[in-house]
Every structure is written in structure tokens, then in C-alpha cells.
């Protein structure tokens, strides 16, 4: 149907965006993590509550969360220079795609994390465990559904995310999309890209249900 050159620009647009996708998620998750666990941990209902500390924590995650990505991906560009050299392709948009999902995941991982029934937590407590203990073997144990249920929702919303990076060059299927599929009007590439954006979320929603199905305890 295409020429080879087509064939292979598509094949590199899938490859960058997975690319993007899992490192930036990797990123997110590398601070993300530990940042949903101190808005569980300091909570008012949580292990060791503490106002102030949940007060910073959690405008720091609003804030970001409110600006949107285009805007974002934009504002963090004197970043990414420093980081990766360059403002443009897929490299420079991991950091981007990694800023805004850090916050995105803190607070699916809070969300997750606060669903842990209390019971649980205090007999933890009562056999001695301390806070450290009870965060990763109880806590962090008896949500793995539910995290991981998160980690298949985040990783569908970073990859949309990478699409509209595609904008100012970020590189991938949204990169191939809009130089090929709209500069170029060429809708048979526009449509091949979309469905293959699509796909790739199935892909990631179908391999994450099942995981976290499987480590469902209730069935």
C-alpha cells in the first residue's frame, strides 16, 4: 500500500512512542510513588498525620495537575534542555510526559492506598511492625489491585499525552499524525496513526485487567 520508507516511519513512530510511554511512566512512578505515599501517610486519617506537610505536598500536585500539558510541555522547555540537550523529539519529551504524570500517579497511588481497610493497619500495628513495615507490606501489598488498575489508567493517559506532543515535534505516532496526517492532508496516515494509538491503549487496559485480576485476592 505505502513504500517502504512510509512502512518504516510508522513502524519508528510506534517504537518512539512506546518509548516514551513506559519511560516516562517509569519516571512518574520513580517519584510519584513515594509521593502518594506521603499524602496517604500524612493524611488526617493517615499513619502519621501532619497538616503542614500534606498542605505543600498536596498544592505542589494541584498545581501541576491544573496546567495543561501543551502548556506544560512548553514551560519545562529550559528544563529539558538542561536535561537531554535539545527541546524537540522523543527524548526531549520524556521529560515533559514525566513531570506531568508524577503528580497524575501520586494521586492515583493515594487514592489507592486510602482504600486499605484500617482494621488491617492496626492489627499490623498490634503485632509491632512499625510505619515503614506497615506502608510496604500492608498498604502497599493490600492495594495492588487497585495500583495496578491505576498503572493501566496512567499509562493510557501518558500515552495520549505523547500524541499531543506531537505538536512541537515531540515525536511518535503524534509527531507522524500531524506532519503527515494534517500538514500534509494525507488522512489514509492520519487514520493509520489514530488506529494504532488506539490499539496500543487496548493493548496496555487488556495486559493491566488482566494482571491486576489475577492478583485480585477476593476471587
Do not use: C
Not at 26 to 38: K, N, R
Not at 40 to 68: M, T
Not at 156 to 181: C, K, W
Amino acid at each position: 500500500m505505502w513504500s517502504s520508507e512510509v512502512n518504516n516511519m510508522i513502524l519508528n513512530g510506534i517504537l518512539e512512542t512506546l518509548y516514551m510511554t513506559l519511560l516516562s511512566t517509569a519516571v512518574g512512578y520513580l517519584f510519584g510513588l513515594p509521593m502518594g505515599v506521603l499524602l496517604a501517610v500524612f493524611d488526617k486519617d493517615g499513619l502519621k498525620p501532619n497538616r503542614a506537610a500534606y498542605k505543600v505536598i498536596d498544592i505542589i500536585a494541584n498545581i501541576v495537575r491544573s496546567i495543561p500539558f501543551l502548556i506544560l510541555l512548553i514551560l519545562v522547555i529550559p528544563l529539558t534542555k538542561l536535561i537531554v540537550g535539545q527541546s524537540y523529539g522523543s527524548s526531549a519529551t520524556v521529560v515533559p510526559l514525566g513531570v506531568a504524570a508524577i503528580p497524575f500517579i501520586a494521586r492515583m497511588v493515594e487514592s489507592s492506598l486510602k482504600e486499605v481497610d484500617y482494621g488491617v493497619i492496626e492489627a499490623a500495628r498490634a503485632m509491632g511492625a512499625n510505619d515503614f513495615t506497615i506502608v510496604v507490606k500492608v498498604m502497599i501489598l493490600e492495594s495492588r489491585t487497585s495500583l495496578i488498575t491505576g498503572a493501566t489508567i496512567a499509562i493510557g493517559t501518558i500515552l495520549g499525552y505523547s500524541a499531543m506532543a506531537g505538536t512541537v515535534g515531540g515525536g511518535g505516532l503524534g509527531d507522524i499524525a500531524i506532519r503527515y496526517g494534517y500538514y500534509r492532508y494525507d488522512s489514509a496516515i492520519m487514520i493509520v496513526t489514530v488506529v494504532l494509538l488506539v490499539v496500543l491503549v487496548q493493548v496496555f487496559q487488556s495486559v493491566g485487567m488482566v494482571v491486576a485480576s489475577r492478583l485480585d485476592k477476593r476471587k
